[in-house]
């Protein structure tokens, strides 16, 4: 089920970037795409571990610390 609503998460940012990208602000966009990916990535390197969803979550707020 998380699968699925994260898969939603950033299909509808990447549809609504690509409806602004004639815009110059676009931070909001990117971070939720950004933090969204890092998420994922963060899960699946962390995926034996049983932190995996903690993982995950350090991996998206690092990445919007450092964005």
């Not at 549809?15 to 966009?29: I, P, T």
Request: net charge positive; hydrophobic share 45%; charged share 20%.
């Amino acid at each position: 089920m998380k699968k699925l609503i994260i898969t939603s998460l950033v299909a509808m940012t990447v549809l609504f970037s690509g409806c602004s990208s004639f815009q110059k602000e676009r931070d909001l966009e990117l971070y939720l795409v950004g933090a969204a990916l890092t998420y994922a990535a963060g899960k699946h390197i962390c995926r034996t571990s049983n932190h995996d969803e903690k993982c995950g979550l350090g991996a998206a707020a690092a990445f919007v610390i450092w964005y």
